[in-house]
Nanobody
Framework: QVQLVESGGGLVQAGGSLRLSCAAS????????MGWFRQAIGKERELVAG?????????VFADSVKGRFTISRDYAKATVYLQMNSLKPEDTAVYYC??????????????????WGQGTQVTVSS
């Protein structure tokens, strides 16, 4: 089993920045992909950014955040960081950290992830 704990959400004005952290614990050697999803009210959960291949560090991003968000990690600590810059009101959502045991399935698909964090709220005011 893997446990994921997120931190760093909050309220920020449009144009501002936030940094989210996700620390994994437990059987971290089973992780082969890890990333961030978000779910806004009335919308489906979607991938924001992630490491689609944990060992090689291959990353993927949603088109809506390219150029504004970056993802980084501390491999030894199995911790992932999401730096969010130039935030927009439409970035408002609950952000979830997720991890999966394989690196083959599509990283953008919610249903293939094995582990989820509890979520952290990000609110961007206009």
């Amino acid at each position: 089993q893997v446990q994921l704990v997120e931190s760093g959400g909050g309220l920020v004005q449009a144009g501002g920045s936030l940094r989210l952290s996700c620390a994994a614990s437990g059987n971290i050697l089973s992780i082969n992909a890890m990333g961030w999803f978000r779910q806004a009210i009335g919308k489906e959960r979607e991938l924001v950014a992630g490491f689609s291949r944990w060992i090689s560090g291959t990353t993927v991003f949603a088109d809506s955040v390219k150029g504004r968000f970056t993802i980084s990690r501390d491999y030894a600590k199995a911790t992932v960081y999401l730096q969010m810059n130039s935030l927009k009101p439409e970035d408002t959502a609950v952000y979830y950290c997720a991890a999966k045991k394989d690196s083959i399935t599509d990283a953008f698909i919610v249903g293939v992830y094995d582990y989820w964090g509890q979520g952290t709220q990000v609110t961007v005011s206009s």
